[in-house]
């Protein structure tokens, strides 16, 4: 099964919003392909849930343990350092690359997209991993 790291902007904007995203997520959640993620990217969606949307910490809390059932959790040791012009960033692509993730799937189209790839981990948008898995 395909292995695919969702970078927090693709679980936000799939949460709030819907369109390609909101068909990751849902895909995701159905166990569709297997999510890579980490207590890093938790934690930030968690954050910017709560204090830029206002959901209830219980919905979050939630929606966060949801995501931990479906979810391949790895703890990257924070080493990695590719972005230089948004070094937050870079916990996303070493999740990625420690989980073994095929894609790692962003809607940042300064900082991560531009990559095209690290290692052997393809980046792409929403729209083209859908296109990808044939979606």
Not at 71 to 80: I, K
Request: with cysteine; net charge neutral.
């Amino acid at each position: 099964m395909i292995r695919a790291c969702l970078d927090t902007n693709v679980w936000i904007s799939g949460i709030i919003f819907g369109g390609a995203p909101g068909k990751i997520v849902q895909l995701a959640l159905d166990k569709k392909f297997v999510v890579i993620t980490s207590s890093a990217i938790l934690d930030e969606v968690t954050r910017v849930l709560e204090s830029k949307f206002e959901l209830s910490s219980k919905d979050v809390k939630r929606l966060r343990s949801r995501i931990i059932q479906v979810a391949d959790v790895y703890e990257p040791p924070g080493e990695l350092k590719v972005i230089a012009a948004d070094p937050d960033d870079d916990i996303i692509v070493e999740t990625a690359v420690v989980g073994n993730a095929r894609y790692l799937v962003s809607g940042d189209k300064k900082h991560v997209l531009p990559l095209q790839h690290y290692g052997h981990v393809k980046i792409v948008s929403p729209k083209d991993f859908l296109s990808a898995i044939g979606h």
